[in-house]
Nanobody, 113 residues
Framework: QLAESGGGLGQPGGSLKLSCAASGFPFSSFTMNWYRQAPGKERELVAEILNTDTTDYADPVKGRFRISRDNAKKTVYLQMNSLKAEDTAVYYC?????????WGQGTQVTVSS
């Protein structure tokens, strides 16, 4: 249902862009979220984009990350700039509807020089 891509190794101060391709549900009507989970920590919401294109961000990533969606391609993106070591985590795509909730398998992002 959700397939993330674009993770990998990023340099401190550098950029990475994650993608999440959706299938099997009415993508345009769902809220799409990016979560992350660092080792030993709970999963946390990083960014969300509503079906109205309204966005919100967690404080640690405000001004550095940008979430966007392409309803025609059924894809949500997370542009990550000014990367920090503390951004290292597994990033998960999430789709939330009125009565449905889907998760991707996650993609590893490691920020290191």
């Amino acid at each position: 249902q959700l397939a993330e891509s674009g993770g990998g190794l990023g340099q401190p101060g550098g950029s990475l862009k994650l993608s999440c391709a959706a299938s099997g549900f009415p993508f345009s009507s769902f809220t799409m979220n990016w979560y992350r989970q660092a080792p030993g920590k709970e999963r946390e919401l990083v960014a969300e984009i509503l079906n109205t294109d309204t966005t919100d961000y967690a404080d640690p990533v405000k001004g550095r990350f940008r979430i966007s969606r392409d309803n025609a391609k059924k894809t949500v993106y997370l542009q990550m700039n000014s990367l920090k070591a503390e951004d290292t985590a597994v990033y998960y795509c999430n789709a939330k509807g009125y009565s449905s909730n889907y998760w991707g398998q996650g993609t590893q992002v490691t920020v290191s020089s």
